[in-house]
């Protein structure tokens, strides 16, 4: 783009941006990555460039899907897919409000509005044999397929109580741990959970929410308070463990608590529990859905 600028003043900026330099590096994390700025953002940013059509064309990346997790049940609700999506808003350093593409498209939808998806095949959901034991752990909308797994498992307890000629077995424990900021903003399946809990459906539930405390509580604080239940649920057999939510905070923490919960409770040293949790995942009993900000 700084062949195009008619400005020499701006040439010079935007070649600085390209420099490999420390500094070169430094300004272009202020400058571009900072502030978020686009293709757009740069062409407005540097009015003097007019790069020809066909080149524009060429620098612009294609529209990247968005992937949502299903956040209902296809057995419970044969006729209708949930989402839980965050509308994404945020200011940049210099005051610049971001607004996630997709997020917001969706929350501008009106009841019949019509929206082009499609679906994408996915191991991550409940066992075959629902009498074994899972856990659960989730942060913020992460929460969505664990909700799918909630009401699956309502519908099989009803079908295990209402026809029991069916062969239904009955559905094991289920503990589930979870964590969000603001327990009256972001707490939104309260209701639901809580049914689950009374219901049976849920064995127990844990909850952090990180900004009620000035020791901000996370999920990972949670496991550690009940490493002792945590650990012989795991251990009992064919136990099923399930992760949804940020890749960089979410994922990563609860995988450090729970080795650190193979040392101090299974007596594993740090190779041990290293090669007990790849033999979870292996065996398909250590799930992730792991996501990144989707705008």
């Known amino acids: 783009l700084a062949d195009y600028a008619e400005k020499p003043s701006e040439k010079s900026e935007l070649l600085e941006l390209c ?5 070169g590096r430094a300004k272009y994390q202020e400058v571009i990555l900072n502030e ?6 740069v062409l407005e940013a540097w009015p003097s460039v007019h790069p020809p059509i066909e080149h524009v064309l060429e620098l612009l990346p294609k529209l990247a899907p968005r992937y949502y997790s299903i956040s209902s049940s296809s057995k419970a609700h044969a006729d209708q897919i949930d989402l839980t999506v965050a509308v994404v808003k945020f200011e940049t350093p210099k005051g610049k409000v971001i607004k996630g593409l997709c997020s917001h498209y969706l929350a501008r939808l009106r009841q019949g509005d019509s929206v082009s998806i499609y679906l994408r095949p996915s191991s991550f959901h409940l066992p075959t044999d629902p009498s074994r034991p899972i856990v659960m752990a989730a942060g913020g909308c992460g929460v969505a397929p664990l909700r799918g797994f909630i009401q699956e498992r309502a519908w099989l307890l009803n079908c295990a109580m209402d026809d029991a000629s069916e062969g239904h077995s009955a559905i094991g424990p289920a503990t589930l741990y979870f964590g969000c900021r603001d327990r009256r903003k972001d707490y939104i399946y309260e209701e639901e959970l809580v049914k689950a809990r009374e219901g049976g459906v849920l064995s127990e539930i844990y909850l952090a929410f990180s900004r009620e405390r000035e020791d901000k509580v996370y999920i990972q604080h949670l496991m550690e308070e009940t490493a002792d239940v945590l ?16 890749a960089l905070s979410l994922g990563a923490d609860v995988r450090r608590m729970i080795l650190k919960i193979a040392h101090k409770q299974g007596g594993l040293t740090e190779e041990q529990a290293q090669e007990w949790l790849e033999d979870k995942i292996a065996s398909g009993a250590w799930l992730e859905d792991l996501y990144s900000l989707t705008a």
């Open 36 to 41: 978020r700025l686009n293709l757009l953002g």
């Open 231 to 246: 650990w012989q649920t795991l251990t009992q057999g064919d136990a099923v463990f399930y992760v949804c939510g940020n």
């Open 19 to 23: 420099r490999s330099t420390p500094e």
